[in-house]
Nanobody, 123 residues
């Protein structure tokens, strides 16, 4: 089983910055994609950004140029640097990781979620 623990949320004024971190732990054979999602009113969650094991990235249009996703494969950790935050970025942010748990000889696919971290941007 793979667990994700997020950190770094908080309260910031508009125009400010925050950095979110998420560490994956457990019996991990390989983590393929790691990403950040956030809760929105008319959807359960929307993609904010995700990054593959090779470093390829995808961003929601609303955060392009303001947010940067990076990862440390050796530490199974993903980061989200958020700059020029706006009140509409206020949400609960969730980390997601997909890959294979177990060992080379016996592995199974997994998709795990963190518990969420609150980001609040005041105007």
């Amino acid at each position: 089983q793979v667990q994700l623990v997020e950190s770094g949320g908080g309260l910031v004024q508009a125009g400010g910055s925050l950095r979110l971190s998420c560490v994956a732990s457990g019996t991990i054979y390989r983590v393929n994609v790691m990403g950040w999602y956030r809760r929105v009113p008319d959807k359960e969650r929307e993609l904010v950004a995700r990054i593959g094991s090779s470093g390829s990235t995808n961003y929601a249009d609303s955060v392009k140029g303001r947010f940067t996703i990076t990862r440390d494969n050796a530490k199974n950790t993903v980061y989200l640097q958020m700059s020029n935050l706006q009140p509409e970025d206020t949400s609960v942010y969730y980390c997601n990781a997909e890959g294979y748990s177990g060992t080379y000889y016996s592995s199974a696919r997994f998709s795990s979620w963190g518990q969420g971290t609150q980001v609040t941007v005041s105007s």
